[in-house]
């Protein structure tokens, strides 16, 4: 079946770095395009980035370019997200999402907390 999981959440300082991974089963991995998201508490989900099926193209989210960067490795099914120069305000829950033209596939989600 299906599956998108998340790893590599966990507790930062500000100014710290995380990588999270998003290991992809169960469909086409090299066909579709894949998305970071971000849910912080009480507010809505929203687009971090996305990265186009083979990986030419990136979009970012206007108030993270420059710290974060998606990247993605077909041959290993996994989608990548480096964040950089963490900040509280990034603390929240990270989802990845695959999308084609008819169907999409969340994660689970993973925990960052950014805190002294």
């Known amino acids: 079946q299906v599956q998108l999981v998340e790893s590599g959440g966990g507790l930062v300082q500000p100014g710290g770095s995380l990588r999270l991974s998003c290991a992809a089963s169960?469909?086409?991995?090299?066909?579709?395009?894949m998305s970071w998201y971000r849910q912080a508490p009480g507010k809505e989900r929203e687009l971090v980035a996305t990265i186009t099926s083979t990986g030419g193209r990136t979009n970012y989210a206007d108030s993270l370019k420059g710290r974060f960067t998606i990247s993605r490795d077909n041959a290993k099914n996994t989608v990548y997200l480096q964040m950089n120069s963490l900040k509280a305000e990034d603390t929240a829950v990270y989802y990845c999402?695959?999308?084609?033209?008819?169907?999409?596939?969340w994660g689970q989600g993973t925990q960052v907390t950014v805190s002294s």
């Open positions: 999402r695959a999308q084609s033209t008819l169907v999409e596939y």
């Open positions: 169960g469909f086409p991995f090299w066909s579709y395009a």
